[in-house]
């Protein structure tokens, strides 16, 4: 079974730019969360996606969206880049069914630098 | 606010040495547990789960935890570690539907 893949790998954009990281989920995994890590803040939780509904949302500004199609796979987009965006960004996928929620299946992670 | 705290943030130990990390919660109800490893340039792996019964959790690689719903608490342990355990290991808990809140993880250096 194929994991959780993420693109782009690596980026390096500018500040005032925008971005955009995809994800693809396991097959049959129909939740999708998206992290941000950062040597200094660990893992912080972005946002999780539910059968194209965000069912959870972090503590970052609206500058962060990200979205879930009808087949998973998910993107996050980040808007006016700052330099303190500058993180590995991780996907996870994972089973879900009403409210239960299996574990978390991480893909690599999209390292974003913004100069 | 939900939270996990790892007390450790970096332990060094020797080959053969016991091991055990610290994991605490900010608060009780229903929990899922976890412990996640990412080892040098690769990507965050499951170590072990807990969502019920018994509480004391066997995963891969030796490892082990215990639940202690009174402790709020959730620490891993391996009996005798490995050079090859050398990581980043990080505590994770979910409250019911909620986001999965990890802690700030702890680095593990094994000195052969």
């Known amino acids: 079974k194929a994991g959780v893949t993420q693109t782009p790998r690596y980026l390096i954009k500018t500040r005032g730019q925008q971005v955009t990281l995809s994800c693809s989920p396991i097959?049959?995994?129909?939740?999708v969360s998206w992290y941000q890590q950062t040597p200094g803040q660990g893992l912080q939780f972005l946002f999780e996606?539910?059968?194209?509904?965000?069912?959870n949302k972090g503590n970052f500004p609206g500058r962060f969206s990200g979205r879930q199609f009808s087949n998973s796979r998910s993107e996050m987009n980040v808007s006016t880049l700052e330099l303190g965006d500058s993180a590995l960004y991780l996907c996870?996928?994972?089973?879900?069914?009403?409210?239960?929620?299996?574990?978390?299946?991480f893909g690599e992670g999209s390292r974003l630098t913004v100069l | 606010a939900q939270s996990v705290s790892q007390h450790n943030h970096h332990v060094i130990l020797s080959e053969a040495a016991s091991l055990e990390l610290g994991c605490n919660y900010s608060?009780?109800?229903?929990?899922?547990l976890f412990w996640y490893v990412q080892y040098p340039g690769q990507h965050l792996q499951l170590l072990l789960k807990?969502?019920?019964?018994?509480?004391l959790v066997k995963g891969i690689k030796g490892f082990e935890a215990e639940f202690i719903k009174s402790k709020f608490s959730f620490n891993l342990r391996k009996p005798s570690v490995q050079w090859s355990d050398t990581a980043e290991y990080f505590c994770?808990?979910?409250?019911?539907?909620?986001?999965?809140?990890f802690g700030q993880g702890t680095r593990l250096t094994i000195n052969p």
């Open positions: 994770a808990v979910r409250w019911g539907a909620q986001k999965l809140v």
């Open positions: 097959s049959g995994h129909r939740s």
């Open positions: 807990y969502f019920s019964g018994d509480p």
């Open positions: 996606y539910f059968s194209e509904t965000q069912r």
């Open positions: 608060y009780g109800g229903t929990v899922n």
């Open positions: 996870a996928s994972s089973w879900a069914q009403g409210t239960v929620t299996g574990e978390l299946f």
